[in-house]
């Protein structure tokens, strides 16, 4: 991007603004059109890239530094929230996979499953994606997959990866495949802790995660399932891959048996799953025990495990170079700016317009909250919508008097699903060489096939499954 340009886009950010909120202020209160004005500001921002996107998540913090709209400590408050030290505490835990080889040994025995049709390759790379992005930062599921798939390719003879026709499924198959698999649970991204720390305002409750799980299930399987029969159906040039299976098991057995320090990291991290997954088992003797706390403790045990080597298993140079801090002040900027939607009122406004429209929260109810969620997600990310999204559907379920959580698990299954833009984790297959015209060509029927899932998955689970609609503690 050349100077000139970048001048403009950062110029048109806060002329958004401005604008926002002038035309505004007739409709909200003069601090809710400027909380609006400045989302919209972080919007453009967000899709044309002057800045890096953390960089725009500090906007919440310096335009209420400005305005005074809201007191400063509910914004402030955001970027240090029980779930911003989950995403922490997750880190360092699985910070020290990448010097033992654990998360390559994970992914490789994954992977030897494949076959050397590219039917089989599809199956393979999506289905594995899905999975471990359930339970892991999907940034890094994908970003470790990606760099798999272009040594596999390179072995088979495809390195020129931007014009392989091989690459294009396989590459699309892990950034689409871990988009989707974060509606598995709520570890699945950040963008599914955003939600639940909006529903533990909202209850006053802290949020059990087998509750996320058990409701969200059958969406999961069909939407996973669609996704991989509209992939099989893809028109591909390329049939076979030769020496794939031979490739994988090579690239395992290199590693040799399982050593002692990934066992170690291995069966910390399945403590911290199933205390998070267990956590209505003992939260009634342990209620400050929330999974937050349960990934920073086991994460700040690995300071203190001697390694095989004789050093430890972690240290904080190490954790310093290789936390996401970007991704926590991305997250953190996203709670921010809801912070500022609710706390001006603005949130309530657009609630009262949602009710002006006669909607009576049916099908067209539904149909409306998906759209607009699957659009924010696919121009900025999963984080941003349900920062945006998620208030609003508090607001407008209290002003029309209807029980919140079914809109909220179907706002969740509408923003874990990103098939068109090459942003956010899908950047990371593009940076890999995958053409981003194919991804979006390709990507425009999945993304309506999508939400068409989301939709009648989310209005039939609403109307004829009691349990979707509330939780095991209310």
């Known amino acids: 991007m050349n100077l000139q340009r970048r001048f403009l886009l950062i110029l048109f950010g806060p002329i958004v603004f401005v604008i926002v909120s002038f035309l505004l202020s007739g409709i909200f209160s003069s601090a809710a059109a400027q909380a609006v004005g400045v989302m919209a500001w972080m919007i453009v921002w ?8 953390t960089v725009t998540a500090i906007l919440p913090v310096a335009m209420n530094a400005v305005l005074n709209l ?9 970027y240090a929230s029980d779930s911003v030290i989950l995403i922490f505490g997750s880190g360092l835990i699985t910070m020290p996979w990448s010097n033992i080889g654990l998360d390559r040994r994970i992914a490789l025995k994954t992977l030897s499953m494949v076959g050397p049709s590219m039917k089989s390759q599809i199956i393979v790379w999506l289905l594995a994606s899905v999975l471990l992005s359930t339970v892991l930062p999907n940034v890094a599921v994908c970003a470790l997959f990606s760099t798999i798939a272009v040594s596999m390719l390179n072995a088979a003879g495809h390195s020129d990866i931007p014009n392989s026709a ?12 871990v988009t989707l698999g974060g509606a598995g649970s709520p570890l699945g991204g950040a963008m599914n802790l955003v939600a639940i720390s909006f529903m533990e305002d909202y209850t006053g409750h802290e949020f059990i995660y087998i509750d996320w799980v058990v409701r969200i299930l059958p969406y999961f399987i069909i939407a996973v399932a669609v996704l991989l029969i509209g992939m099989l159906l893809m028109p591909s040039k390329v049939k076979h891959l030769e020496g794939t299976k031979a490739f994988f098991e090579k690239e395992y057995q290199a590693l040799g048996p399982m050593k002692r320090d990934e066992k170690i990291c291995a069966a910390l991290f399945l403590v911290a799953l199933a205390g998070v997954f267990l956590r209505h088992l003992y939260d009634h003797f342990l209620p400050g025990l929330a999974p937050a706390y349960i990934f920073l403790i086991i994460g700040f045990l690995t300071f203190f495990i001697t390694a095989a080597d004789k050093g430890h298993m972690l240290t904080w140079e190490q954790a310093q170079k290789d936390t996401m801090w970007g991704m926590m002040i991305l997250f953190a900027g996203g709670m921010a700016l809801g912070s500022l939607l609710n706390g001006t009122g603005a949130s309530e406004r657009v609630a009262e317009l949602v009710s002006g429209m006669s909607l009576d929260g049916g099908l067209m109810t539904i149909i409306i909250l998906v759209v607009f969620t699957r659009i924010l997600s696919e121009l900025t990310n999963g984080t941003t919508a349900a920062a945006i999204m998620v208030p609003i559907v508090f607001s407008f379920t209290a002003e029309m008097n209807l029980n919140p959580v079914p809109y909220w ?3 969740t299954m509408a923003f ?15 940076a890999h ?13 999945m993304t309506l096939i999508n939400m068409v899932i989301v939709i009648v998955t989310g209005w039939t689970l609403m109307k004829f499954w009691p349990a979707f609609s509330t939780f095991s503690y209310l």
């Open 70 to 78: 809201v007191p400063m400590e509910t914004v402030t408050a955001q």
């Open 416 to 430: 874990n699903g990103e098939y068109l833009l090459p942003i956010s984790v899908r950047a990371i297959p593009v």
């Open 46 to 53: 967000w899709i044309t890239r002057p800045v890096n996107i």
């Open 409 to 411: 698990f179907i706002t």
């Open 433 to 445: 060489g995958l053409n981003a015209n194919r991804m979006l060509k390709a990507g425009i029927p």
């Open 166 to 177: 091989a690459a294009v499924p396989i590459l699309m198959a892990v950034g689409w495949g």
